[in-house]
């Protein structure tokens, strides 16, 4: 539920997810006989459930197997009042329960309410809603086409021929734009990025436009469906949170649009953002946290379902391998197909382009799959989905059923977040004084190299060596995400400046230039935390997910104080865009064509990569870090002639900075070079 209690969590385990307290076949018999006791004798249902709307008559339909009466409410406003109208609703197939009301019931209030042998239990839109009032208490009846803004039917996805053609900027709908110096009338709301144009005092783009002009393919969003924590009554006072406390998963978050109290609102201008971004050429992926509810016994889930929709433990309470409380049971046909049916959705509705699901590892393999292959087969084979492939907690789901990274080759189109090459990069997330490479480790270098590669197989690796995994993980470089920082834990900046508290500016400056540099020329599919490009901060908080807007906006006047590490993204972007050799689409492109160097010194990494990967280039390329302080000149290692600098320690260029013969790679740097 709340994120600091999910940090000081995962301190206690291994992300590889690979060291549990009991072992899989403890946990298998338990979890299935549990299964088999109390929740495989409900009915599945696998028809169309939720709210359809016309202008002449509207049908509802929730799945309630132990329902001894469901009754629907109508209102006429989203708080408060009294209900104008109760609808017994009557039993149907599948433990289904079914009303039809005839009449335009558009912008209608409604809720239903469960009564079983034991209680009536709490009102609740439904989990099918797809529309509700303010704080999510009511569902809405909407016409979902006179949401649509102008020119909708003809929104496209940018183009995306590889999925390691993607370059993934993760922000938060608040962060991007609710700084006073943004520029950005609509701030901390979706339309706030629809605005174009946009400049601070100082005369810098911001916004949309910054992104653009840095020129990533994808836009991350932090959870951006309803979420718990804000209060949307009352959005005169500052509040704040990431948004991993679902509510409705199928609704867009209220606080984020200029009206919460009408749901149509919230849908339109959610709309209005993906399609700003697509017009600029960026795709949308929405963070998704179907892993826990913000809590168990109120949830919508529980209100229709007591229990069923979560894994118990062994005492018959809510496992907790999310460490907020409770975890989901995704391996349970209606929970099952209710992430299958809202991906969808989601993808169908909204044109989005993809997904990021939070602790992936709480989801059983079977259900990533499903939700892979219906996506790609029935929206588009483009869209990316990626998620973290691990725990929190022990979960009763057997280990050989988790999505977590270890079984990242029984997911077909489905990748996993690399923390291999995020600590090795700059040391572990959860402890302040460890350094990684390029802080000046020499112990991190096979974790360095695996990184480079992907998480795939390379016989230059010794796997023994590399921090977390000990084998590959990823069948191909698509199934990985390489990243440095994201929302959790600090920021790049922060993290080597509590590091290395005795380093000055312009020293972290090298060592977080040399971090990028490294991402954003690695196989696989990069990953930038929004803000990263200039240096962010969050004042050395660790955990901000319910931090004041001080501690988490984007300052651009950052941008106009590191302008050239904004620049250096930007050319680093430009190099990996224009060379395919980069984002090479198989493993066996990877072990034909990239040899690593053997520069008989420890704070060195360098490769070649040659011949034609991708079939789209016959440059010669090599690659250099130096995370020493020392410079060192390389032209003994690599093949005579004439060379074009595209990166160094300072800049990064795709046209080319200059030409050597004598290529010298500085401290605390990286070295690109193309014949």
């Known amino acids: 539920m709340k994120r600091n209690k999910f940090t000081i969590a995962v301190i206690l385990f291994s992300l590889t997810s690979m060291l549990f307290s009991c072992s899989p076949s403890e946990q298998a018999d338990g979890h299935n006989d549990f299964d088999k006791k109390v929740y495989n004798k409900y009915p599945a249902y696998d028809g169309e459930l939720g709210v359809v709307y016309s202008p002449s008559n509207t049908t509802f339909r929730m799945w309630s197997p132990i329902a001894k009466t469901v009754t ?36 209608k209030y409604y809720t239903y309410q469960v009564t079983t042998e034991e209680k009536t239990l709490a009102e609740t839109p439904g989990t099918y ?59 901390g709301k979706f339309i706030g990025l629809t605005e174009t144009g946009t400049k601070s005092p100082k005369g810098v783009k911001t916004g949309i436009d910054h992104i653009e002009e840095l020129g990533v393919t994808h836009v991350h969003l932090l959870p951006s469906y309803d979420y718990k924590t804000v209060d949307e009554t009352r959005l005169d006072v500052p509040q704040y949170n990431w948004g991993y406390d679902p509510q ?138 990626y998620g973290e492939g691990w725990t929190a907690n022990d979960s009763p789901l057997p280990v050989d059923q988790r999505a977590i990274k270890a079984n990242t080759p029984k997911m077909k ?24 490479y390029v802080q000046g480790s020499t112990k991190l270098n096979d974790a360095i190299k695996f990184g480079i590669v992907g998480s795939t197989q390379h016989d ?26 994201c ?23 090298k060592m977080h230039k040399l971090t990028s540099a490294i991402v954003l020329t690695s196989q696989g599919i990069p990953f930038i935390h ?28 950052w941008k106009v104080e590191n302008k050239d590490v904004f620049q250096y993204y930007q050319g680093l972007i430009d190099v990996r865009k224009a060379h395919p050799a980069f984002r090479m689409t198989s493993t066996e492109m990877i072990q034909k064509h990239l040899k690593f160097i053997d520069f008989k010194d ?66 605390v740097s990286a070295l690109v070079l193309v014949k």
């Open 72 to 107: 629907l409410k109508f209102y006429d406003q989203d708080l408060g009042g009294s209900a104008t109208k109760t609808v017994e609703m009557k039993p149907s197939v599948k433990g289904t329960w079914f009303a039809n009301i005839d009449g335009d019931l558009k912008g």
């Open 129 to 187: 809603a797809v529309a509700v009032g303010a704080n999510g208490m009511r569902g809405q009846v909407v016409d979902l086409a006179s949401t649509d803004p102008q020119g909708w039917d003809q929104d496209k996805r940018p183009a995306l021929k590889n999925l390691t053609d993607a370059i993934l900027y993760e922000i938060h709908v608040r962060d991007i734009s609710i700084s006073k110096n943004s520029g950005i009338k609509n701030k």
């Open 248 to 385: 409705n998963y199928n609704v867009p978050e209220g606080s984020y649009s200029t009206n919460p109290h009408d749901g149509a609102v919230r849908i339109k201008e959610f709309k209005e953002m993906v399609q700003a971004l697509h017009n600029k050429g960026i795709r949308v992926v929405l963070d998704v946290v179907y892993n826990h509810t913000f809590s168990g016994d109120d949830s919508n889930f529980s209100l229709e379902v007591p229990g069923y929709y979560y894994r118990q433990n062994k005492e018959g309470g809510y496992s907790d391998a999310s460490a907020c409380g409770n975890e989901t049971a995704s391996d349970r046909a209606m929970m099952r197909k209710y992430m299958v049916e809202s991906v969808l959705y989601w993808a169908k509705e909204y044109h989005l382009d993809g997904f990021r699901f939070d602790l992936m590892g709480i989801h059983d393999v079977t259900t990533m799959n499903e939700i892979a292959k219906r996506l790609k087969e029935e929206v588009d084979p483009s869209i990316i989905i």
């Open 413 to 436: 189109g489905v990748a996993a977040f690399s923390d291999d090459i995020r600590d090795a990069l700059k040391g572990s997330v959860f402890y302040d004084d460890e350094i990684g």
């Open 460 to 485: 230059q690796i010794d796997y023994s060596k590399v921090n977390y995994s000990k084998a590959a993980w990823a069948p191909e470089p698509d199934q990985t995400v390489t990243y440095v920082s």
């Open 487 to 509: 929302h959790d834990n600090h920021t790049l900046y922060d993290k080597l400046k509590v590091s290395q508290p005795k380093a000055s500016e312009a020293e972290i400056k």
């Open 530 to 557: 929004s803000g990263a490009e200039m240096m962010r901060t969050k004042g050395g908080e660790h955990n901000s997910y319910n931090k004041p807007d001080a501690v988490n906006r984007l300052d651009y006047d």
């Open 602 to 667: 420890d704070h060195i990494i360098g490769y070649t990569i040659t011949g034609q990967p991708n079939g789209e280039t016959s440059n010669d390329i090599v690659v250099v870090f130096n995370s020493g302080k020392k410079a060192k000149n390389i032209a003994k290692f690599i093949e005579k002639g004439n060379w074009k600098v595209l990166v160094d320690g300072k800049k990064a260029d795709a046209k080319g900075i200059k030409s050597t013969s004598s290529p010298v790679v500085d401290g």
